[in-house]
């Protein structure tokens, strides 16, 4: 197999013009998004990544379009050795989200990122259907120090799947799995009371 190197990149940028508070709601949204993926007889490497500039829609009237800078970064390797039906790749992709907007409330909830990290292992069926088994950890971790409570988080992530020729005419994906989440507890950064300044019991 003749080894192949490929490039790819895209820009897309939409102005949208409201005729009802146009100072308030319109928006410029822009992404621009750069692929490489290298393939070899037994070798597979790639990366990716991929920026969005955008507004998230407001909730209501009384809330304001929220300023959104989204960036995705991913990459991957996979290893098949020549003529054997085994394989093996590991991956792992963070997205993080930063809002613009000068309110530090929404800063401080919505400023975060989500980090995965794992690996495959998986056998070849047939020469286009694949059979794994993946494991990945994953990590959401808010920037922003969350004042009285934490709301970070910590998983792990167990899938099975098959991909490629499912059935004579069709091509894809199915996956089910498993997930074990825990969620930083809340804890409380007040200062405690001095002693004396609690309620007196009833005489």
């Known amino acids: 197999m003749t080894e192949i190197d490929h490039w790819t990149a895209a820009y897309d940028g939409t102005w949208r013009a409201y005729t009802k508070d146009p100072s308030i709601n319109n928006t410029v949204n ?12 037994s070798f597979l490497a790639g990366a990716s990544d991929n920026f969005l500039n955008t507004v998230d ?8 379009r929220a300023k959104r800078w989204q960036n995705t ?9 020549a003529g054997g039906d085994f394989f093996a790749g590991i991956d792992v992709n963070q997205t993080n989200n930063k809002y613009i ?10 400023n975060r990122y989500d980090q995965q990290f794992g690996g495959r292992l998986g056998w070849l069926l047939q020469p286009e259907t694949r059979l794994y088994t993946a494991y990945h950890r994953e990590i ?20 099975f799947g098959v991909e490629g020729r499912i059935a ?4 894809g994906q199915v996956q089910t799995g498993l997930q074990y989440a825990n969620t930083t507890r809340p804890r409380s950064r007040a ?12 005489t």
């Open 30 to 41: 822009q992404s621009a998004n750069m692929t490489y993926e290298h393939r070899g007889a």
């Open 57 to 64: 829609p407001a909730s209501s009237e009384l809330t304001a």
């Open 73 to 81: 970064f991913a990459g991957r390797v996979e290893y098949a050795p």
């Open 101 to 110: 907007a000068d309110n530090p409330s929404l800063r401080q909830t919505l």
């Open 140 to 159: 959401i971790h808010h920037t922003v120090a969350q004042g009285a409570f934490d709301r970070d988080s910590k998983a792990h992530l167990l899938d």
């Open 168 to 171: 004579p005419k069709i091509t």
């Open 191 to 202: 200062t405690p009371p001095s002693p004396g300044t609690g309620c007196s019991p009833p």
